[in-house]
């Protein structure tokens, strides 16, 4: 209860902090583009596509939705988002408040600075960061983030570590998360969209008992030697480097999308939980028809959907499309834990392989959600969706196998886990994606999947869980 009034403060904050101070927003009433005035035009019944647009799109206001977490339910509440244009450098903010029915919250505040001082080579075809619906693309520039983030989430599984935990060792726990930071990415070879990125972060963690579900808490199942850094959450201070690459090709027909990263988590109050973490993420997509999907767009916080923020009058992508749309993709993601001496990777901080993890990835769908969890996981993913006629609904199959192990070198030997999914998506504009998934081949059973993404399309990710 204290984390929805908490939200649902910070959005009222907010929301009166914008009709205040913002400009635009003190003269809705003689500005017809204006949200009020957008609302009149668009709200009718017979315009209900055109309200929605305004109402979970429109600047600075708007609705928030979206999944906080998987188990944690869909939050919704309010986001203000700014513009503002000093010199060479474009500056860009979001902020947002979200509850959800079981009482889990995320708050956050993300700030971006976008490098405007560029040489002047033209519009170029290719670049990652326009949506598929715009003409016209702008060159990569560097972007400085800046952002605040506190999530609480009040269910949560732990089956154990490693490859050969059973369901029957499921425990609940909940956990609240504050993360602080800045981050940055440059541009440094154009052709093939090649740019590193730096990342300085602090992690606030606290690990709570889950109790009143339908198995145990994670205390009663699970000790420190267990489930490392269930008896303390220390401070973590975590670097991030990181090289990506998103080129295309054939006609832009054809997406890689590669990014490798290092990143070392120093505890620093008492020892035996620092480690550091590479993963690789291969991402390839095929469209079947015009331009492949876009990437997200650095410019843009998680609020943000609109391509071009230079144009005369910015704004998200139409809903509406007379355009079919396929793609099929192929994705290889693992991430590899190194620990010095002792030491132990939390397993709050672990990643996991199963229906969604705690960001709402997902993979080997047909298993419980944070099913696999481990410091070194390896997966692949191939998946395929088309829209249904011309419309944004579309249908997606995908087939994944994926490996869980305690050791890097256990990865060689340890099983692999097979599942397939298939269902309804949804990707209308600017409104987040939204996925309904029914997945089975595993050994567990069947599982139902519905996600709604935590982003407008083309914004950049919230930061990660893990």
């Not at 001496?341 to 769908?365: H, R």
């Not at 869980?404 to 256990?410: C, K, M």
Request: hydrophobic letters at 40%; one cysteine or more; charged letters at 15%.
């Amino acid at each position: 209860m204290r984390g929805i009034i908490f939200a649902l403060v910070l959005a009222a904050a907010a929301l009166t902090w914008a009709q205040e101070s913002d400009p635009a927003a003190n003269s809705a009433a003689q500005d017809p583009g204006d949200e009020m005035g957008k609302l009149k035009k668009n709200c009718p019944f017979a315009h209900a596509i055109g309200c929605a647009e305004v109402l979970f799109t429109g600047q600075p206001i708007h609705i928030a939705a979206g999944s906080i977490a998987p188990q944690n339910g869909v939050g919704l509440g309010l986001a203000y988002v700014g513009h503002k244009t000093l010199s060479d450098w474009r500056t860009t903010w979001n902020a947002d408040a979200v509850a959800s029915s079981n009482a889990s919250w995320r708050a956050g505040f993300y700030m971006k600075l976008v490098d405007t001082h560029i040489p002047d080579i033209g519009v170029r075809k290719g670049t990652h960061g326009i949506s598929h619906s715009t003409s016209t693309e702008l060159p990569e520039q560097p972007v400085i983030n800046i952002y605040a983030q506190t999530i609480s989430l009040n269910k949560l599984f732990f089956f154990g570590l490693g490859p050969n935990t059973a369901p029957a060792g499921r425990a609940f726990y909940g956990m609240r998360e504050t993360i602080a930071g800045v981050s940055g990415v440059k541009p440094v070879y154009d052709p093939l969209h090649i740019g590193i990125y730096g990342e300085v972060n602090g992690r606030w963690t606290e690990i709570r008992p889950g109790h009143g579900q339908s198995s145990p808490s994670i205390e009663q199942l699970y000790t420190a030697a267990t489930a490392p850094g269930l008896d303390r959450q220390p401070f973590f201070l975590q670097f991030g480097a990181g090289l990506r690459m998103r080129p295309s090709f054939h006609n832009d027909l054809y997406h890689l999308n590669y990014d490798f990263a290092y990143r070392p988590y120093v505890a620093t109050s008492g020892p035996g939980l620092s480690f550091q973490r590479f993963t690789a993420d291969l991402s390839h997509q095929l469209s079947l028809y015009h331009r492949a999907a876009s990437f997200p767009f650095d410019g843009n916080g998680p609020n943000d959907c609109i391509p071009d923020p230079t144009a005369d009058h910015p704004r998200c992508p139409k809903v509406t499309t007379r355009d079919l749309e396929g793609s099929v993709g192929v994705r290889f993601f693992t991430a590899l834990s190194f620990t010095p001496g002792q030491d132990t990777v939390p397993f709050y901080l672990q990643p996991t392989l199963g229906g969604s993890d705690i960001n709402g990835a997902g993979s080997l769908g047909s298993y419980p959600d944070y099913r696999f969890r481990a410091p070194n996981v390896l997966m692949l993913r191939e998946s395929f969706e088309h829209s249904i006629w011309k419309l944004p609904v579309g249908v997606a199959l995908f087939a994944d196998q994926g490996k869980a192990s305690l050791t890097r070198g256990d990865l060689a030997s340890d099983p692999w886990r097979h599942s397939f999914s298939t269902g309804l998506t949804l990707r209308a504009g600017g409104f987040p994606v939204v996925y309904l998934l029914f997945s089975w081949g595993g050994k567990e059973g069947t599982h139902v999947t519905a996600n709604l993404d935590t982003a407008l399309l083309g914004a950049s990710p919230r930061p990660s869980l893990f």
